[in-house]
């Protein structure tokens, strides 16, 4: 009983051991990466998570900083790769810490932070140390208008979470539906960009 036991542990040893040399010729995905949907838009993702980032002449428009446990340097690094235009404005595409922790280093630069009024209360209730506080509230439906680009931001109704914001940008024909929730399994993964 001993002996069978210990041949299907050898087995298994040894086929785990042959499995080593087959991943180790995948390489591993890059922990983010900036990728370019039009001209003024771009898409930065880090693990799991998606921000969008417009850039315009007068400065530039980032959403989620998605820097839970994690630095925001890689996210601001590579929207200053793209230009050295200011950061205006971080917006928070719903309430859920995951997306929205670790925005200091956005408001040191100078960003002002929008978000739906019931994430600014969420955040007012539960305090987290890692999370900016928004300095504007939408309510219902807002246009941000900067350097000639319309970014409108709309409160659907509750989804996801109670204070998701569809953002739309009606000229460059872009729609970032807010996050939304994957399989159960998959259930605090959030995507957050589809093209229109
Ligand atoms: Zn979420």
Redesign the pocket.
Known sequence: MLRIHFAGMLTAIITSALAVPAQAQQPAPPPFATTKVTDNVYIFRYGNHQSMFIVTPAGVIATDPISERRPAKPYIDAIQAVTKAPIKYVIYS?G?F??IAGGKPFKDLGATFVAHANAKARIAALKPDDVVIPDQVVGGKRNITLGGTTLELNYVGKN??DSTLVMRLPKEKIIKPG?RTMRARNSLT?RTFLPQ
């Open positions: 719903h859920h995951d997306h996801h979470s996050p959030c």
